[in-house]
C-alpha cells in the first residue's frame, strides 16, 4: 500500500476554495487515489476516487498528474461545516484495508 | 440512502468483561470491516470479511477479537476480556466490491473500558 502525506492542518474562510495536496512518491499501478471525510466523533466519509487526470462530483474535484505522484483535493466555496478531517488514501490491488494517516485538519472560519 | 448501521452508540464496560458490538451493513455489499480509533489517534484498520470468513486482519486483532455474521444481516464484533486499551470508537464499514471501492461506515461505538 501506497505511503501518503499531506499536511497536518490548513485554515481557510468562507466562501474560499481549498486545495489540499497529497503526495505518494511510491504509488502502485493497481491503487486509486481516494480521499475520505470525518467529522468529531463520527465515522470517515468518502468524498472521491480517482486513477488519474481530474474527476469531479458534486462535492469536490480531485487532480492527478500524469506520473500519479502527488494528488489535489480541490473544495470549491467551503463553509463552515466543511471544517473536517481530511484523508488522502491510496488503496487498491488484493487488500480491501484501508491505511488512514494522521489526515488534514481544515478548519474554516467565518 | 442505505447507511450501515450500529449499535449501541456507546457501550461502558468493566475491564475483563466481553462487549459485543454490533452492525448493519448496507443489504446488497459483501465485505465487511472494522475500524477502530482511539480518541486523538490515527483510525487504524481491525479486520475484513467476506463470504463467512475474514480476508485480512491487522496485528491488533489478536485472540480476544472475534467477528461474526450470525444471520443475514448483522455483523459482529465480540471482545472476549475488555482491556483499558480497548476504549475507543469502533466503526463498521461495508462495500459492494473489493480493490479499494467506496468504503461506507456506521456512526460507531464508542466503547469506555473501566
Known amino acids: 500500500l501506497a505511503k501518503t502525506t499531506q499536511p497536518i492542518s490548513m485554515d481557510s474562510y468562507e466562501g474560499q476554495e481549498v486545495n489540499i495536496t497529497c503526495s505518494h512518491n511510491?504509488?502502485?499501478?493497481?491503487?486509486?487515489i481516494t480521499w475520505y471525510q470525518q467529522f468529531p466523533s463520527q465515522g470517515p466519509r468518502f468524498i472521491i476516487q480517482?486513477?488519474?487526470t481530474k474527476v469531479t462530483n458534486e462535492v469536490a474535484s480531485l487532480f492527478i498528474p500524469a506520473d500519479r505522484k502527488s494528488s489535489t483535493l480541490s473544495l470549491p466555496r467551503v463553509s463552515l461545516s466543511d471544517t473536517a478531517v481530511y484523508y488522502c488514501l491510496a488503496p487498491g490491488g488484493a487488500t480491501n484495508k484501508l491505511i488512514f494517516g494522521t489526515g488534514t485538519l481544515l478548519a474554516v472560519q467565518p | 440512502e442505505p447507511e450501515v448501521t450500529q449499535t449501541p452508540s456507546h457501550q461502558v464496560t468493566q475491564m475483563g468483561q466481553e462487549v459485543i458490538l454490533r452492525c448493519v451493513p448496507i443489504?446488497?455489499?459483501?465485505?465487511f470491516y472494522w475500524y477502530r480509533q482511539i480518541l486523538g489517534q490515527k483510525v487504524e484498520f481491525l479486520v475484513s470479511?467476506?463470504?463467512?470468513?475474514?480476508?485480512?486482519k491487522s496485528e491488533i486483532f489478536d485472540d480476544q477479537f472475534s467477528v461474526e455474521r450470525p444471520d443475514g444481516s448483522n455483523f459482529t464484533l465480540k471482545i472476549r476480556s475488555t482491556k483499558l486499551e480497548d476504549s475507543a470508537m469502533y466503526f463498521c464499514?461495508?462495500?459492494?466490491?473489493?480493490?479499494?471501492?467506496?468504503?461506507?461506515f456506521g456512526p460507531g461505538t464508542r466503547l469506555t473500558v473501566l
Open positions: 480517482g486513477y488519474k
Open positions: 443489504s446488497n455489499h459483501l465485505y
Open positions: 464499514a461495508s462495500s459492494e466490491r473489493t480493490g479499494g471501492t467506496e468504503q461506507f
Open positions: 511510491n504509488i502502485a499501478t493497481n491503487d486509486y
Open positions: 470479511f467476506y463470504n463467512n470468513e475474514i480476508s485480512e
